[in-house]
């Protein structure tokens, strides 16, 4: 279906496909809980898509995206290799790059629960926590601790290479009646410049699924 600006719905109830005025878009259906957004490479503003209650996927020029409902509100996303530009997704209102070929599950993340400012100091010694944050559609403790890096800097290690996640780590930390999972991040390992304004944290569930979740950060001199 090629369409030029006016809001599409799909079959999905909970997809709707935005096209602006100077936007264009063919949008593919290609199965019950999947579709394909192709834009065209005139196309001078972004496809918008909105998934369920709080994802944003920016398609931009020359790009292509497949969202895909991988359960009942679990949604994942894929930016196919031949795009030509990244997508970008926005979850609560936190924006994540993907580039051509990549391919994760959307999460919520918030580093140092309890703080707002996330202020990273590059030259300590210690870790930062990172809170992946349940959602109903979503189970955070499935997460392999060992599997997360958050801006390339893997969780902290104790010991004999246990990752800093226990159960102990294992709580609601926000409060809405889901577990949350709360790893310690090695700060000596940050690969993050001076300027930097959000981090993003890669992951793996037990079960093999890619999940991908930016927090907005503050660096703060030593
Ligand atoms: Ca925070
Ligand atoms: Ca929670």
Known sequence: MRVLGDPVELEMDDIVVILGTNSEATVDETAPNKIEVTTDIESSSPVLVGVGEDITVSVSSASQSVITETAEGLYSVSSLETSLQPITVEIAGVKTEYLPGDDYMPAII??????????????????????????????????????????????KLKGKGKAMATVND???????????????????????????EDATLVGMTIDGIEIRGTDFVRIVPD
């Open 170 to 196: 294992v709580n609601d930390v926000n409060g809405d009646g889901f577990d949350d999972l709360l790893v310690h991040i090695d700060t000596t390992a940050f690969e993050l410049s001076d300027t930097a």
């Open 110 to 155: 918030d580093i140092k629960p309890g703080s707002t400012e996330n202020s990273i100091n590059l030259g300590s010694r210690g870790n930062v926590p990172v809170a992946i944050m349940s959602t109903p559609a979503f189970d955070a403790t499935t997460v392999d601790p060992l599997t997360v890096e958050l801006a390339s800097a893997p969780v």
